[in-house]
Nanobody
Framework: QVQLVESGGGLVQPGGSLRLSCAVS????????MAWYRQAPGKQRELVAKITNGGATNYADSVKGRFTISRDSGENTVYLQMNSLKHEDTADYYCNARVKVFNTWGDYWGQGTQVTVSS
């Protein structure tokens, strides 16, 4: 069994910053790509950023230059530093990880953390 637990969401003013964290725990035999997705009300879930186990990163155009994804492989944790937040960044943010449990790779999701950007 694998658990992804996010933290760090909340209410922030436009231009402000937040740091999201996601800790992966359980019967883990390996982790490949870790990622953050978000889903705004009435919209589809979209990829925000992802990072491979080699450290390569990829970002949605809408967050490039403002968000930074990083990971602590020793702690099985992924972070999302969000700066210069805008109203349109308001969404539920979900952590995703490609995890090996015994001999099987699978995609796992966190429960989501809400980010609200409002003055």
């Amino acid at each position: 069994q694998v658990q992804l637990v996010e933290s760090g969401g909340g209410l922030v003013q436009p231009g402000g910053s937040l740091r999201l964290s996601c800790a992966v725990s359980g019967s883990i035999f390996g982790i490949r790509t870790m990622a953050w997705y978000r889903q705004a009300p009435g919209k589809q879930r979209e990829l925000v950023a992802k990072i491979t186990n080699g450290g390569a990163t990829n970002y949605a155009d809408s967050v490039k230059g403002r968000f930074t994804i990083s990971r602590d492989s020793g702690e099985n944790t992924v972070y999302l530093q969000m700066n210069s937040l805008k109203h349109e960044d308001t969404a539920d943010y979900y952590c995703n990880a490609r995890v090996k449990v015994f001999n099987t790779w699978g995609d796992y999701w966190g429960q989501g953390t809400q980010v609200t950007v409002s003055s």
